[in-house]
């Protein structure tokens, strides 16, 4: 009888196969409800804070001109869509344009930090006075000082997004291994050679980083600009838009705005994110894929 039971039992190593195949399949299935959950996830609390919004100004019978129900809300989106977008055009207009700026001023900065010390500690301070001083105070000054309103608004719009950039990049120009930097130069590698070849590659995660940080500063200092500048007319931003519905008491209409705002800041950090993705995703490990 034991004879017959030992025969029928599967070897050590088929049992280890077999072990570790069922903990592939866990990790499989866990894997796979991970990224259903990070996306149901936030659907479900959106849902759910949506119905209760609009349970909160049945119960309470709040008046639309001070809680709009969020269907009110989308039904307005809807018909001031025409309004609403062209001011979303501009707002979006001045945004990637200071981001633009904030990218070749910062990106070129960094590098002359990189390659004297003496301008950074020329400049570097005044970089940082620009980013600890609120863009409220300063915009009214430009706006005195600068005839054009959209050359003010970028302005504005590009000392918010101009320091993360910078201070990232040259933190990563910094931040280059100094024994391939020593090596480089034994090897007679020229300043200009060692930048290009390793202090740029080494310095891309960090402008990556502070490129998707800039992103929705660029959006802040847009929209911060404008209520500043408070200025109506065909060129108007979603800012003006959310000034304009409160000086009427069309509640919706804020509502509406203040939403393609916060879309436009989700979609803005999202294409960074895809970007910084497409860039590291072959040979950074803060984008390689792990078997466990």
């Known amino acids: 009888m034991m004879a017959t039971i030992d025969d029928t039992l599967p070897p050590p190593e088929q049992a280890k196969g077999v072990e570790i195949d069922k903990a592939e399949i866990r990790r499989a299935r ?5 990224r259903l959950a990070r996306w149901i996830l936030p659907v479900v609390v959106m849902a759910l804070s949506i119905y209760l919004w609009d ?16 269907g009110l809300v989308f039904e307005t989106l809807i018909n001031d869509w025409a309004l609403l977008s062209a001011s979303l055009l501009v707002t979006l207009k001045i945004t990637f344009g200071a981001l633009a700026i904030a990218i070749v001023g910062g990106v070129g900065l960094a590098i002359l930090f990189a390659l004297s010390k003496w301008v950074e500690m020329s400049f570097f301070p005044y970089a940082v006075i620009l980013q600890v001083t ?29 320091f993360p ?22 090897y007679g590698a020229s300043t200009w050679q060692t930048l290009w070849h390793l202090r740029l590659p080494a310095a891309l995660p960090y402008f990556l980083s502070g490129l998707k940080v800039a992103g929705g500063l660029s959006l802040i200092g847009a929209v911060v600009a404008e209520f500043v500048a408070g200025t109506g007319g ?20 804020m509502f509406a705005a203040i939403i393609l705002i916060s879309a436009s800041g989700i979609l803005i950090f999202m294409a960074m994110s895809l970007i910084s993705h497409l860039f590291l995703r072959k040979w950074h490990e803060s984008a390689l894929k792990r078997e466990n």
Not at 30 to 34: H, V
Not at 58 to 69: A, D, M, S
Not at 134 to 157: E, H, Q, R, W
């Open 165 to 186: 950039i910078l201070s990232n990049t040259t933190l990563g120009l910094n931040s280059a291994d100094h024994n391939l930097r020593n090596l480089m130069q034994l």
């Open 55 to 70: 349970r909160i100004c049945v119960w309470n019978g709040i008046p639309h001109y001070i809680l709009p129900r969020p």
């Open 134 to 162: 609120p863009i409220i105070v300063i915009a009214p000054l430009i706006f005195i000082y600068v005839d054009s309103k959209i050359v003010g608004l970028l302005i504005c719009a590009w000392i918010v997004a101009f």
């Open 30 to 34: 866990s894997a796979r409800r991970d």
């Open 234 to 253: 065909v060129g108007s931003g979603l800012a003006f838009r959310i000034l304009e519905a409160s000086y009427r008491l069309n509640i919706p209409r």
